[in-house]
């Protein structure tokens, strides 16, 4: 089971990364053009909640890469 704020990286068959899914509650998307992140989540209501961010460490989000 992964702690709280780990995600699992989604890959397009061409092998480059897309998103990033925690267990299955919330998806991180990295812009690529501006660089800020993209979350998306379900609340406690299973209402959508969409927010963005430039760092995820602030979120608490952290990534594969900065474990």
Do not use: W
Request: with cysteine.
């Amino acid at each position: 089971m992964e702690s709280p704020g780990s995600f699992q990286v989604v890959r397009c068959p061409c092998g480059k990364i897309v998103a990033e899914v925690d267990d299955g509650n919330r998806v991180r998307i990295k812009c690529r053009h501006c660089k800020r992140y993209i979350i998306i989540e379900l609340d406690q209501n299973n209402q959508m909640v969409i927010r963005y961010t430039e760092d995820p460490a602030r979120e608490g989000l952290v990534s594969p890469a900065r474990r």
